[in-house]
């Protein structure tokens, strides 16, 4: 089912020079659109705004799907990575994610 609000899981991370983000992740929504419900990623300081939305979306992956995203421009800060879903509780409906090996990793910096 959906959930009647937020559900997710944050972890505090130091982000490295050249950083880039690796995830796989598999969705299933049949969700029309990202107005009631969603599945998604983000990055908030310490205060818990957001910084960087890395993706909000109601979709259905085929299978497990890759994801990378260069995160170079918040090196050096401390900062939560955020991966959960959203919904309006609505019995008919489903926004699910799943996420498996994420790395956070400092790529050699461009020629």
Do not use: M
Request: proline share 6%; net charge negative.
């Amino acid at each position: 089912g959906e959930p009647a609000g937020d559900e997710g899981v944050c972890e505090a991370v130091v982000v490295p020079p050249n950083a880039r983000l690796t995830f796989w992740i598999a969705q299933y929504s049949n969700e029309p659109n990202t107005a009631y419900a969603y599945q998604e990623a983000q990055l908030f300081d310490p205060n818990g705004q957001t910084v960087k939305q890395l993706y909000q979306t109601a979709d259905t992956t085929d299978g497990w799907v890759q994801r990378s995203y260069d995160l170079s421009e918040f090196a050096g800060r401390t900062l939560y990575l955020y991966f959960g879903v959203h919904g309006d509780g609505f019995g008919g409906a489903y926004a699910i994610q799943f996420v498996d090996d994420v790395s956070l990793t400092s790529e050699p910096a461009p020629a």
